[in-house]
């Protein structure tokens, strides 16, 4: 038996039939683009998330970039501005603030979170200091409450990037409710995935979400009629349809990672191997499992020879990447020393009992 890292035909073949339904449905309906489909995803991913508001986008990576885009046409943000994000992200995280000439500020996580850790934000500040884009990394929240306190303090808006963290929530109250504003993407491999590119971002300032309804569509809601030097970044009828099927899923599918995620931490024994940190059940929704070890290429040697695949989430911090030669001498050695140290099981929702119990055996082993 081999375990594959995540099985995304298996993921959606629970929902095939209705997948396909959907699909036939925009076909024979003839509108593709910014219609009814858009209009009922919309309202019930907001209504997922707590929140008033959700705009479909193109993709996660826009959905930040438009937020921050937005909040420099209201006047929030201007070029220069400093916004702290988490060292140890995804490098879209980065892009979204690079993109709109706003310079990154890059904080350290906590060791065991891996998470922005909220401690030390106040010494990263400056006069310039104007947003915190924290990251939910591998699906667990960041420390909401105590972020959302320092923001309040010091009058800075708070972006969430919660790509990787559909409903995972601290005192019932879920990601993309808790900041000024949130990005999700749907991509396929998400916890919550479209069939090709989507995102999509999530507000209660009604104001916000107008501007953002006129960037996504070339700066004009009214046809013909620009307000903003606008993009093209619209989610399509046919990816809305799929996620109005798959949020139906979404929660048993989540309860299924938790569940393996239990068993894992319970199950795995091996003391080379550092396990994550979880605050509450609910707070995660384990996007990934990521576990850290100092052996990690003799580890992944093991499991490839027990024929589980692992992936490494990420190998490259972005102030490392050639795309950043510019923080290339900053030295962050705690994100530094996770790169090199974590490594990703698989934590598919359809995987069996009988997987899951490779994968300890085959770690235990190491
Ligand atoms: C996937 C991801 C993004 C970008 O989403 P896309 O839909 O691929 O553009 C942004 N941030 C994080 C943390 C992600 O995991």
């Given at each position: 038996?081999?375990?594959?890292?995540?099985?995304?035909k298996?993921v959606?073949?629970?929902?095939?039939?209705?997948l396909?339904?959907?699909?036939?449905?925009?076909?024979?309906?003839?509108?593709?683009?910014?219609?009814?489909?858009?209009?009922?995803?919309e309202?019930?991913?907001a209504?997922?998330?707590?929140?008033?508001?959700?705009?479909?986008?193109?993709?996660?990576?826009?959905?930040?970039?438009?937020?921050?885009r937005?909040?420099?046409?209201?006047?929030?943000?201007?070029?220069?501005?400093?916004?702290?994000?988490?060292?140890?992200?995804?490098?879209?995280?980065?892009?979204?603030?690079?993109?709109?000439?706003?310079?990154?500020?890059?904080?350290?996580p906590?060791?065991?979170?891996y998470n922005?850790?909220?401690?030390?934000?106040?010494?990263?500040?400056?006069s310039?200091?104007?947003a915190?884009?924290?990251?939910?990394?591998y699906?667990?929240?960041?420390?909401?409450?105590?972020?959302?306190?320092?923001?309040?303090?010091?009058?800075?808006?708070v972006?969430?990037?919660?790509?990787?963290?559909?409903?995972a929530?601290?005192?019932?109250?879920?990601?993309?409710?808790?900041?000024?504003?949130?990005?999700?993407?749907f991509?396929?491999?998400k916890?919550?995935?479209?069939l090709?590119?989507?995102?999509?971002?999530?507000?209660?300032?009604?104001?916000l979400?107008?501007?953002?309804?006129h960037?996504?569509n070339?700066?004009?809601?009214?046809?013909?009629?620009?307000e903003?030097?606008?993009?093209n970044?619209?989610?399509?009828?046919?990816?809305?349809a799929?996620?109005?099927v798959?949020?139906?899923?979404l929660?048993?599918?989540?309860e299924r990672?938790?569940?393996?995620?239990e068993?894992?931490?319970?199950?795995?024994?091996?003391s080379?191997?550092?396990?994550?940190?979880?605050?509450?059940?609910e707070n995660?929704?384990?996007?990934?499992?990521?576990?850290?070890t100092?052996?990690?290429?003799?580890?992944?040697?093991?499991?490839?020879?027990?024929q589980?695949?692992?992936?490494?989430?990420y190998?490259?911090?972005?102030?490392?990447?050639?795309?950043?030669?510019?923080?290339y001498?900053?030295?962050?050695?705690?994100?530094?020393?996770?790169?090199?140290?974590?490594?990703?099981?698989?934590?598919?929702?359809?995987?069996?009992?009988?997987e899951?119990?490779l994968?300890?055996?085959?770690?235990n082993s190491?």
């Amino acid at each position: 038996m081999s375990v594959s890292f995540l099985d995304l035909k298996s993921v959606n073949n629970e929902m095939n039939a209705e997948l396909k339904e959907a699909c036939a449905r925009v076909i024979d309906s003839g509108w593709y683009i910014s219609g009814s489909e858009l209009k009922t995803f919309e309202k019930s991913f907001a209504d997922y998330c707590g929140a008033k508001y959700c705009l479909g986008v193109a993709n996660g990576l826009d959905a930040l970039t438009l937020t921050l885009r937005a909040w420099k046409e209201m006047g929030k943000l201007k070029d220069g501005d400093e916004v702290i994000v988490p060292a140890n992200t995804y490098i879209a995280s980065v892009l979204a603030v690079t993109e709109n000439k706003l310079v990154p500020v890059f904080v350290e996580p906590d060791e065991r979170t891996y998470n922005l850790d909220p401690k030390l934000i106040k010494d990263k500040m400056t006069s310039k200091t104007k947003a915190i884009l924290p990251v939910h990394l591998y699906g667990q929240l960041a420390a909401m409450p105590e972020i959302m306190k320092i923001a309040q303090d010091h009058g800075l808006l708070v972006l969430e990037d919660s790509a990787q963290a559909h409903g995972a929530s601290i005192d019932g109250k879920r990601a993309g409710n808790w900041g000024d504003a949130s990005g999700f993407s749907f991509y396929p491999g998400k916890n919550l995935g479209a069939l090709g590119d989507a995102g999509a971002m999530t507000t209660n300032d009604g104001n916000l979400a107008d501007v953002i309804d006129h960037l996504r569509n070339y700066g004009s809601k009214i046809k013909y009629k620009n307000e903003f030097k606008g993009v093209n970044s619209r989610l399509d009828e046919i990816q809305a349809a799929m996620l109005s099927v798959k949020l139906k899923y979404l929660m048993a599918q989540t309860e299924r990672r938790r569940d393996i995620a239990e068993t894992y931490m319970k199950g795995i024994t091996n003391s080379q191997i550092l396990l994550p940190k979880v605050e509450a059940r609910e707070n995660h929704v384990w996007h990934l499992f990521v576990v850290r070890t100092a052996n990690r290429e003799k580890l992944v040697e093991h499991l490839t020879k027990n024929q589980i695949q692992t992936l490494i989430h990420y190998p490259i911090p972005p102030h490392k990447q050639a795309a950043y030669k510019e923080y290339y001498d900053l030295s962050i050695p705690l994100t530094e020393k996770i790169h090199q140290e974590v490594l990703s099981l698989p934590i598919g929702p359809t995987m069996s009992e009988a997987e899951v119990q490779l994968v300890i055996q085959a770690v235990n082993s190491f």
